[in-house]
């Protein structure tokens, strides 16, 4: 069921990407403007809210406050639907990033009192499957939906759905007891100073947050544009490029994060060192063709490129929220996964989109790219991934340590 949500969660955040070729087209923004409309917008309230909600799920039920934040957010998607100018849409876009705030942070928090600490990573590997699936919605369904009855259509498609789930949720996921699989677990609620002192003091913490937002920098950064991408520099439809980008989310993401899954569960798994490492290697490998997909101008070689890519945005996305359930006490899980989330949303709705666009605009003006500006732009994102495998390997030279001191 969580991950069902998530999913949601997914689409209604990734779905805008897909179409911003015709809401820039319908609205006549720049690369920077749109990119404001569709990541900053949402990002703003986001990253903004979903720390003090997450203190407040290390607190008080969080089944509840997940319930009322999928309505919310859901209910705001099909308001996107509705809009008819900039400013509605904005506004819109504001009231998705404040219900979404409260999605995630309380459900890993649930998830970890459901699993031991040795089975966590892999737990929230499939607790991330939901990522596969909403990145599948906000592609191939979205597409569809925009190409038969216009972008409004697509925001409908996919909001109302969630009001609905919202009710299922209040009524059958169960509220466990916090910290119920740990041994000397305290009871005692912890505060956002207390969560953030701790974690200073946990060096594998740190990389694990570092690592991770600059990861989704990196290929969510580079996921956001590539609808458009396809659009400009291959001469898709909106409705093709959602049809070609949804079953690599659906097949080879799933595919990627069963793979992680699966590793995750293995004997070598229960030492966290393997994790990181593995973690690491598969990063810095698939940053190569992340490189090389937006430098060729063949659409076929482009695709297959993609193949490549794309399951390596799933693949670390579990493993790194296991692990982090693992290196911070049960009082302060929620706390440290919006952490986590503050800074990768950061990271990829409202940096990497907003730098992308300015670049694209400026290589459109200042060297007359045209159409070819958001391929440079994307071209010079691309190799952060390098950067992120670092942080994610240096991880595990503490992070055994760290656990220990967490229990």
Not at 121 to 139: D, E, Q, R
Not at 235 to 256: C, D, E, F, R
Not at 317 to 336: D, E, F, K, S, W
């Amino acid at each position: 069921m969580l991950t069902l949500v998530y999913a949601l969660n997914i689409a209604d955040r990734f779905s805008i990407s897909t179409l911003i070729e015709p809401i820039r087209a319908e609205l006549r923004l720049s690369d920077a403007g749109i990119a404001f409309l569709t990541g900053g917008a949402l990002a703003i309230f986001y990253v903004t809210v979903g720390i003090p909600v997450a203190e407040f799920a290390d607190r008080a039920n969080r089944r509840n406050i997940l319930a009322v934040a999928l309505a919310a957010w859901s209910a705001m998607t099909a308001l996107c639907g509705l809009a008819q100018n900039w400013l509605q849409l904005t506004f819109a876009r504001f009231g998705v990033g404040i219900g979404e705030a409260g999605g995630t942070a309380p459900s890993t928090s649930i998830l970890a009192d459901n699993f031991p600490p040795a089975r966590r990573p892999m737990a929230l590997t499939i607790f991330a499957l939901g990522t596969c699936l909403g990145a599948w919605l906000g592609s191939s369904v979205a597409g569809s939906a925009a190409e038969r009855g216009g972008w409004r259509t697509a925001f409908l498609v996919l909001g109302l759905p969630g009001v609905v789930l919202a009710l299922i949720v209040w009524l059958t996921v169960r509220e466990p007891r916090r910290g119920q699989l740990d041994a000397g677990h305290s009871a005692v609620p912890s505060t956002l100073t207390a969560s953030l002192r701790f974690i200073a003091q946990q060096r594998s913490a740190v990389h694990l947050l570092i690592g991770g937002s600059v990861a989704t920098f990196w290929s969510w950064g580079l996921m956001w544009w590539t609808p458009a991408f396809l659009q400009r520099s291959h001469h898709l439809t909106v409705g093709q490029a959602g049809q070609l980008i949804g079953p690599m989310h659906l097949i080879a993401g799933t595919a990627s994060t069963l793979l992680a899954g699966w590793l995750m569960a293995r004997r070598a798994a229960q030492d966290p060192r393997y994790v990181t490492r593995l973690l690491g290697w598969v990063t810095a490998v698939t940053t190569i063709p992340s490189l090389l997909l937006y430098w060729v101008t063949s659409e076929r070689a482009a695709v297959a490129l993609l193949w490549v890519f794309v399951p390596a945005v799933y693949f670390y996305i579990g493993p790194i929220l296991g692990l982090l359930q693992n290196v911070v006490p049960p009082q302060m899980r929620a706390t440290t996964c919006a952490i986590l989330l503050f800074l990768a949303n950061v990271a990829n709705l409202l940096l990497a989109p907003q730098l992308v666009g300015a670049l694209s605009d400026w290589f459109a003006v200042s060297f007359g790219a045209g159409t070819e500006s958001l391929r440079w732009a994307l071209l010079l994102l691309a190799p952060t991934g390098f950067w992120a495998a670092w942080h994610l390997w240096t991880s595990g030279r503490t992070i055994r340590a760290d656990a220990a001191r967490a229990s």
